[in-house]
Protein backbone atom coordinates (compact mmCIF):
# COMPACT_ATOMS: atom_id res chain seq x y z
CA UNK A 1 0.00 0.00 0.00
CA UNK A 2 1.36 3.22 -0.71
CA UNK A 3 0.79 7.34 0.60
CA UNK A 4 -2.12 7.84 -1.57
CA UNK A 5 -3.73 4.41 -0.78
CA UNK A 6 -3.52 5.31 2.39
CA UNK A 7 -5.00 9.07 1.99
CA UNK A 8 -7.70 8.13 0.29
CA UNK A 9 -8.79 5.39 2.62
CA UNK A 10 -8.80 7.87 5.77
CA UNK A 11 -12.60 9.50 6.27
CA UNK A 12 -14.22 6.59 4.81
CA UNK A 13 -12.72 6.11 1.67
CA UNK A 14 -12.53 9.53 0.36
CA UNK A 15 -9.95 11.23 2.49
CA UNK A 16 -8.05 13.53 -0.26
CA UNK A 17 -11.34 14.78 -1.69
CA UNK A 18 -12.30 15.57 2.22
CA UNK A 19 -9.27 17.31 2.56
CA UNK A 20 -8.93 19.08 -0.49
CA UNK A 21 -12.53 20.46 0.01
CA UNK A 22 -11.63 21.77 3.15
CA UNK A 23 -8.59 23.80 1.42
CA UNK A 24 -11.09 24.56 -1.56
CA UNK A 25 -10.06 22.71 -4.26
CA UNK A 26 -12.23 20.42 -6.35
CA UNK A 27 -11.99 16.17 -5.48
CA UNK A 28 -9.92 16.31 -8.82
CA UNK A 29 -7.80 19.27 -7.77
CA UNK A 30 -6.76 17.30 -4.90
CA UNK A 31 -6.24 13.88 -6.21
CA UNK A 32 -3.97 15.16 -8.68
CA UNK A 33 -2.18 17.03 -6.00
CA UNK A 34 -1.94 14.50 -3.76
CA UNK A 35 -0.59 11.96 -7.08
CA UNK A 36 1.99 15.21 -7.39
CA UNK A 37 3.60 15.57 -3.73
CA UNK A 38 3.17 11.58 -2.69
CA UNK A 39 6.95 10.97 -4.25
CA UNK A 40 8.59 13.89 -2.02
CA UNK A 41 6.78 13.09 0.94
CA UNK A 42 7.67 9.19 0.70
CA UNK A 43 11.04 9.86 0.18
CA UNK A 44 10.77 11.91 3.28
CA UNK A 45 9.43 9.49 4.93
CA UNK A 46 12.02 6.75 3.47
CA UNK A 47 15.42 8.83 4.41
CA UNK A 48 13.83 9.28 8.16
CA UNK A 49 12.90 5.98 8.39
CA UNK A 50 16.45 5.03 7.61
CA UNK A 51 18.19 7.76 9.71
CA UNK A 52 19.45 6.61 12.98
CA UNK A 53 16.02 6.14 15.49
CA UNK A 54 14.30 7.20 13.07
CA UNK A 55 11.37 5.10 12.19
CA UNK A 56 10.91 4.77 15.91
CA UNK A 57 10.41 8.81 15.74
CA UNK A 58 8.22 8.23 12.34
CA UNK A 59 6.20 5.80 13.47
CA UNK A 60 5.64 7.97 17.19
CA UNK A 61 5.18 11.24 15.37
CA UNK A 62 1.80 9.03 13.23
CA UNK A 63 0.68 7.67 16.82
CA UNK A 64 -1.93 9.00 18.79
CA UNK A 65 -5.31 10.01 19.00
CA UNK A 66 -4.40 13.53 17.73
CA UNK A 67 -3.64 12.14 14.50
CA UNK A 68 -5.98 9.55 14.41
CA UNK A 69 -8.70 12.27 14.06
CA UNK A 70 -7.18 13.50 10.66
CA UNK A 71 -7.73 10.41 9.43
CA UNK A 72 -11.40 10.21 10.92
CA UNK A 73 -11.80 13.53 9.43
CA UNK A 74 -9.41 14.89 6.65
CA UNK A 75 -11.35 18.08 6.26
CA UNK A 76 -9.70 18.74 10.15
CA UNK A 77 -6.24 19.17 8.30
CA UNK A 78 -7.26 22.29 6.47
CA UNK A 79 -7.72 23.81 9.60
CA UNK A 80 -5.44 26.15 11.20
CA UNK A 81 -4.10 23.55 14.32
CA UNK A 82 -4.17 20.78 11.81
CA UNK A 83 -2.12 22.75 9.09
CA UNK A 84 0.17 23.77 12.38
CA UNK A 85 0.48 20.28 13.12
CA UNK A 86 1.27 18.78 9.32
CA UNK A 87 3.46 21.65 9.15
CA UNK A 88 5.71 20.96 11.98
CA UNK A 89 5.63 17.05 10.80
CA UNK A 90 6.84 17.69 7.17
CA UNK A 91 9.70 19.86 8.50
CA UNK A 92 10.70 17.09 10.63
CA UNK A 93 10.16 14.24 7.69
CA UNK A 94 11.85 16.95 5.01
CA UNK A 95 14.58 17.66 7.36
CA UNK A 96 13.95 21.72 7.36
CA UNK A 97 11.19 24.50 6.93
CA UNK A 98 12.99 25.29 3.90
CA UNK A 99 12.16 22.36 2.27
CA UNK A 100 8.52 22.12 3.37
CA UNK A 101 8.63 25.56 1.82
CA UNK A 102 9.95 24.39 -1.48
CA UNK A 103 7.04 21.67 -1.40
CA UNK A 104 4.50 24.17 -0.71
CA UNK A 105 5.36 26.31 -3.49
CA UNK A 106 5.32 23.60 -6.05
CA UNK A 107 1.66 22.34 -5.34
CA UNK A 108 1.26 26.38 -5.61
CA UNK A 109 2.51 26.68 -9.02
CA UNK A 110 0.72 23.18 -9.80
CA UNK A 111 -2.76 24.20 -8.61
CA UNK A 112 -2.98 27.16 -10.47
CA UNK A 113 -1.94 25.90 -13.30
Known amino acids: MNILDLLNQAGGGDGIARLGQG ?3 DPQT ?3 LAAQLAPAI ?3 ARRRAQSDGGL ?3 L ?3 EGESQRR ?3 MP ?3 A ?3 GQAEGAAFLDDLLGAPEARDKLAEAAAERSSA
Open 23 to 25: LGL
Open 30 to 32: AQD
Open 42 to 44: AGG
Open 56 to 58: GQL
Open 60 to 62: GAL
Open 70 to 72: YAD
Open 75 to 77: EMA
Open 79 to 81: APE
